[in-house]
């Protein structure tokens, strides 16, 4: 599977039903910062799975690893396991969601492209 639509599939939109703010819009388009502003100002609560795991998205295309990680285990360590609807229309539980992302982030995945060599 391409390492894009690896990213695409982890950009959370709804959950069960509800459009909450978390930063979707912002992270399709690739404004990391911008869906960084939006959900740490966001008034869903700081311990949402769906806030946690896109917020961990941000914080790794900004290249803050430390931070990524740091919200990526909150979403997988979570007691509110939630079913989240991914950019793909599938709907995955967010622990799972969550421990996908952090391998994720361990193996480069998030890595901006300026930093990924081709040949």
Do not use: C, H, K
């Not at 959370?12 to 100002?41: F, H, K």
């Not at 539980?93 to 391998?103: H, K, V």
């Amino acid at each position: 599977m391409a390492i894009g639509s690896v990213i695409a599939g982890l950009l959370m939109s709804t959950q069960a039903g509800v459009a909450p703010e978390v930063g979707y819009d912002e992270l399709v388009a690739n404004r990391n910062e911008a869906a960084i502003e939006v959900l740490e100002e966001s008034a869903i609560e700081s311990d949402d799975p769906a806030r946690l795991i896109n917020l961990g998205i941000a914080y790794a295309r900004a290249g803050r690893e430390d931070d990524a990680r740091a919200m990526f285990r909150a979403a997988a360590r979570s007691e509110t396991g939630l079913r989240l609807e991914v950019a793909g229309g599938d709907w995955v539980d967010s622990r799972d969601l969550a421990r996908r992302a952090l391998r994720m982030l361990e193996q480069g995945e998030f890595a901006p492209a300026s930093r990924v060599t081709m040949r």
